[in-house]
């Protein structure tokens, strides 16, 4: 598990806000500032923030299908945000997205079968009956009859759609999947369904995932490592459970105390945040949670927290541990 | 569980008209609320929650078949004519929805929006509306209330949007408020933010909530019943505690087990298999039974009554019917 596949340094994609005539660029939203980290080979990342964190930009600049501002990626040696662009689509093999909307993200005119061999075609791999069987056996592996080959996606609900989309991310063998949210469009009783699978997959293909998600007792069953942003930052990262157990920066901590438990019985203390979240367009000075934090001191309106490692493995962007 | 019944719905049945026949969306659902109670109305999409919410303020289309009753304080709700039930609406009834921004006039300002149930059901003077809006934007927590009152819904954020519904519906002092999916589509902080808004209007005015949801971790935290629906059909109703504690319908169970745990060891979840059956293709029996792990003969063939348990707890379901009879 330390076999490093991919690392993030200083990540940044800020989108320019343009106004008038001239189209004259303004100002920027800052939705990834600066984002740090590393991905294990075989481990699963959880990604996990509000919305408008920039938890989703920070998976696609990744994968440059947004074009990141400035930052480095390094996939398996290579640094993705240099790559040419012929160099960059033959890499992308190797990395897979798999989308929240399965409604949106399925071409409603291509049978499933042409779906899942479209990318195949693309990067020029097996012959068209070796395609149409690989097709049919990952249709199989991700609970679906092979059958369903032959039918239009309308034809699926939306668990079974799901279930095309990641058939389709397994087509190339890639050895990293972004997983944008793949749950939280589903009813919990199919939910359950799918993350068993995904599990299920990551063992049998040594896959390593990023998994995005909002729901915060899904990141905790799935990931080994959890990333908490805030307006584009990182707050906190570590083990998963070591993030339940002991989280240190306040954001954190208001976050898990939000969460609602499906126990009657268990009171719990919650840490209401005031206020609402600034707009990644004119962030606050310092550190960016300073204005809603219970513990805020004098330094952290003045200045940026810096990003470090105060336990091993569990990294915190806040002064209160500086 | 004294006292006559603020909301009393009893064998409700709404189909809606298709090229194939009549679809039935709510097949003969029995619930009721007390006055000040908090009930949870839980199941997962197409299980006919929504729709039993909009027939209790008679906001289905003309197309949908209703049949049974809604008694709302002994007053059959269904035989009114528009006229009269436009006096329940707002005034005694009210209802916030799952998305704010859809859910509110993009055109109109907030004070206008807020007063209209005012306008509706209160003689009031424009001075004493604008005092009672006021009012109410700061008793829903929204800071500087003069100047919110003044803008559009789109120059707020998703959580304030949310908190006007909410200072809408309270307009009038309902007895009832029905909340149908109120956080789902926010986040979690400003859900708990909400939710504790919820609470604590409750108390103030002793009103009822029926709280439509399928996050079991908001049933928990808020309710003292909760009723669980699936595919058109109630399956189980009890109190919060012992449904959750003791699951009695393999649905309850199934979806209980199907949630990641927050806390301990984390262990692989055991999934309800199968999907929901669409409306057009209902199964004969039960209609959990395709997909439940207990299913026998008889539950393939006869749908199981809703049969008393315990105090206050009802369950749908042949293997619970076996165990009263014994």
């Known amino acids: 598990m330390t076999e490093t596949l991919l690392t993030v340094s200083n990540l940044k994609k800020y989108f320019p806000i343009r106004k008038g005539v001239l189209r004259r660029t303004v100002g920027y939203v800052k939705a990834v500032d600066d984002v740090n980290f590393t991905v294990h080979k075989g481990e699963t990342l959880g990604i996990v923030g509000e919305s408008g964190c920039g938890k989703s930009t920070t998976g696609r600049s990744i994968l440059r299908l947004i074009e990141p501002t400035s930052g480095d990626v390094l996939f398996q040696d290579k640094n993705l945000t240099k790559l040419s662009k012929s ?16 409604y949106a993200s399925l071409n409603p005119r291509y049978k499933v079968g042409k779906i899942l061999e479209r990318p195949m075609q693309i990067h020029g791999l097996y012959t068209p009956a070796e395609r149409s069987k690989r097709v049919r056996t990952l249709l199989e592996r991700c609970g679906l009859d092979p059958s369903a080959a032959n039918k239009y996606p309308h034809e699926f609900s939306g668990g079974q759609r799901q279930r095309i989309g990641i058939a389709r991310a397994l087509t190339l063998n890639p050895s990293l999947i972004v997983l944008d949210e793949p749950v939280s469009a589903l009813d919990v009783s199919v939910q359950s369904q799918i993350i068993n699978l995904l599990e299920d997959l990551q063992q049998e293909f040594g896959l390593t995932y990023l998994f995005i998600a909002h729901d915060l007792s899904v990141v905790r069953h799935i990931s ?99 | 569980m004294s006292g006559a019944p603020l909301l009393d719905i009893s064998d409700l049945r709404i189909s809606f008209k298709s090229d194939t026949g009549y679809m039935n969306a709510v097949a ?40 049974g009753s809604i008694r709302f304080e002994g007053k059959d709700l269904l035989g009114l004519k528009e006229s009269e039930v436009r006096k329940y609406r707002g005034n005694d009834i009210s209802m916030i929805f799952q998305e704010p921004m859809s859910a509110l006039n993009p055109v109109l300002r907030i004070e206008d929006q807020i007063s209209e149930p005012l306008r509706m059901h209160r003689k009031m003077s424009k001075r004493e509306m604008h005092d009672r809006v006021v009012e109410l934007l700061r008793s829903v927590g929204i800071p500087r209330p003069e100047q919110i009152a003044k803008e559009y819904p789109h120059q707020l954020s998703g959580g304030m949007r949310q908190r006007v519904m909410i200072a809408m519906a309270m307009a009038c002092e309902p007895k009832l408020l029905i909340a149908d999916e109120p956080t789902t589509a926010l986040d979690v902080t400003v859900q708990a933010q909400i939710l504790d808004l919820l609470r604590q209007l409750q108390a103030k005015n002793n009103m009822a909530l029926l709280l439509i949801t399928h996050d079991l971790g908001v049933v928990a935290e808020m309710c003292e019943r909760v009723i669980v629906m699936y595919a058109g059909k109630v399956v189980e109703e009890g109190d919060v505690r012992s449904v959750f504690r003791n699951p009695q319908h393999p649905y309850t169970v199934g979806l209980l087990n199907s949630i990641p745990k927050l806390t301990g060891e984390r262990e692989r979840l055991t999934p309800i298999k199968g999907n929901v059956p669409s409306l057009a293709n209902m199964p004969v029996g039960c209609r959990f039974a395709p997909r439940c792990p207990f299913a026998k003969e008889i539950c393939r063939t006869e749908h199981p009554p809703l049969t008393k348990v315990a105090a206050g707890s009802r369950v749908s379901c042949w293997l619970a019917e076996e165990a009263v009879a014994q």
């Open chain 2, 28 to 67: 003969g659902v029995s619930l009721s609320l007390r006055p000040g109670e908090t009930v949870g109305l839980v199941g997962e999409s197409g299980c006919g929650k929504s729709v039993t919410s909009l027939s209790i303020m008679r906001l289905l289309p003309k197309t949908a078949k209703i049949e």
């Open chain 1, 224 to 322: 080994d490592r959890i990333a908490v942003m805030y307006l584009g930052q990182m707050a906190e990262l570590a083990e998963s459970l070591e993030l339940f157990d002991n989280p240190l920066h306040p954001y954190t901590q208001a976050l898990l105390s939000a969460i609602p438990v499906p126990d009657p019985e268990v009171k719990r203390e919650r840490i209401l945040l005031r206020g609402d979240l600034p707009s990644p367009a004119n962030p606050p000075s310092g550190c960016p949670f300073h204005t809603r934090c219970k513990d805020a001191m004098d330094v952290c309106k003045a200045k940026k927290p810096v990003w470090k490692e105060v336990k091993p493995g569990h990294h915190v962007a806040c002064h209160l541990y500086s």
């Open chain 1, 87 to 102: 160099s960059l689509r033959h890499l992308r093999q190797k990395m897979q997205i798999v989308f929240q909307d399965p």
